[in-house]
Nanobody
């Protein structure tokens, strides 16, 4: 099965930076879209940034100009560079992969996979 492992979370002071990494493993055929989401207690999961297969990216307004999503198709990884962090960015961050996995000889199956989440805390 395809699995995602996230790393890079932690605690930082306001104005600081963190870089999140998400690595995919397993029988991946193609990744259509990578996404980073975040969630705080009592709130719905929020889409932060998305990277499509054509190189397109999109961000929630609150992180535009501060966060950058980058995908490496050769390594099946995605990163989220977070600069100028604010206390409001504190959340558990999850990566998401939408694409296709190899399910047999010349067969693929669509997948929608989530990482386990990594905590980001911005506090003075």
């Amino acid at each position: 099965q395809v699995q995602l492992v996230e790393s890079g979370g932690g605690s930082v002071q306001p104005g600081g930076s963190l870089r999140l990494l998400c690595e995919a493993s397993g029988p991946i055929h193609m990744i259509n879209r990578w996404g980073w989401y975040r969630q705080t207690p009592g709130k719905q999961r929020e889409l932060v940034a998305v990277a499509g297969s054509g190189g397109t990216t999109n961000y929630v307004d609150s992180v535009k100009g501060r966060f950058t999503i980058s995908r490496d198709d050769a390594k099946n990884t995605v990163t989220l560079q977070m600069n100028s962090l604010e206390p409001e960015d504190t959340a558990v961050y999850y990566c998401n992969l939408v694409g296709w996995r190899i399910s047999g000889p010349n067969r693929q199956r669509n997948i929608d996979v989530w990482g386990q989440g990594t905590q980001v805390t911005v506090s003075s």
